[in-house]
Nanobody, 124 residues
Framework: QLQLVESGGGLVQAGGSLRLSCAASGRSFSLYVMAWFRQAPGKEREFVVAISNSGGNTDYVDSVKGRFTISRDNAKKAVYLQMNSLKPEDTAVYYC?????????????????WGQGTQVTVSS
């Protein structure tokens, strides 16, 4: 099992940056694909980005390509989301998720473990 705890959210002006972190506890972190999802007010939770076990393969939703960067440190059992050029439409609760597999997925149902979320608010 994994326990996931997100941090790094906050309030930022449009055009600004934030770096989210997701710390994992438990065994075999390197066996898990990791992903970030987000849920905006009044909307369904949506996929943002995923990273393979080794970090060599990533998949971004089009709306964040070129602005967001996912990375992971298996030795530290952590995954990060660097968010640049933030827009008001990026405002959401951001969730970290883990899937014990080798292929990143965009489907929420593929992910077995979830964090509690961290709020990101981008003001215009």
């Amino acid at each position: 099992q994994l326990q996931l705890v997100e941090s790094g959210g906050g309030l930022v002006q449009a055009g600004g940056s934030l770096r989210l972190s997701c710390a994992a506890s438990g065994r075999s972190f390197s066996l898990y694909v990791m992903a970030w999802f987000r849920q905006a007010p009044g909307k369904e939770r949506e996929f943002v980005v995923a990273i393979s076990n080794s970090g060599g393969n990533t998949d971004y939703v089009d709306s964040v390509k070129g602005r967001f960067t996912i990375s992971r440190d298996n030795a530290k059992k952590a995954v990060y989301l660097q968010m640049n050029s933030l827009k008001p439409e990026d405002t959401a609760v951001y969730y970290c998720a883990a899937d014990r597999t080798t292929t990143p997925s965009r489907y929420q149902t593929a992910y077995d473990y979830w964090g509690q979320g961290t709020q990101v608010t981008v003001s215009s």
